[in-house]
């Protein structure tokens, strides 16, 4: 594997690349982002949330090229809704050709397709606990 390879294995998704329903792709790949970028919360939640991984957690990069700080830096994909997305978007169809893709469809698709499966072959989650996610105390809640 050649170093391009490689660095674009470790950056590229390793999933939305290759996701198909009934032989269509889903996710088509358009760009990376510049690897920074805001939280979109403006109730100064994006600033606790800093403050607290700055003093409880440990830095987690693993190369001083890297710098400090986070990075964001993610592939962009779209999922077109319609058989003439493109056209449609660059103004030379008036009228889009949606696709007919049933939420239930899908959701029955990827069930049998991802979720059982994998739920079968690793049952980690049937000891995941949703109160070791809890970042303040349960408040009580008056009658």
């Not at 990069?61 to 779209?78: I, Y």
């Not at 499966?117 to 606990?129: H, K, L, M, S």
Request: with cysteine; glycine share 6%; hydrophobic share 35%.
């Amino acid at each position: 594997m050649t170093a391009e390879e490689l660095k674009d294995a470790i950056v590229r998704s390793l999933i939305y690349n290759r996701l198909t329903y009934e032989g269509r792709l889903l996710y088509h790949a358009i760009d990376f982002t510049r690897g920074s970028g805001d939280f979109p919360f403006s109730t100064g939640l994006s600033w606790a949330m800093q403050d607290y991984a700055t003093r409880s957690c440990q830095p987690s990069d693993k190369n001083a090229k890297w710098g400090n700080g986070f990075r964001n830096r993610r592939e962009v994909f779209v999922v077109p809704l319609a058989e003439n997305a493109c056209e449609f978007l660059r103004g030379s169809d008036c009228d889009l050709d949606g696709l007919d893709l049933p939420a239930n469809a899908l959701f029955e698709w990827f069930r049998k397709r991802w979720l059982l499966p994998r739920a079968e072959r690793d049952q980690t989650y049937r000891a995941f606990n949703p109160e070791s996610w809890r970042l303040w105390g349960r408040k009580e809640v008056l009658p």
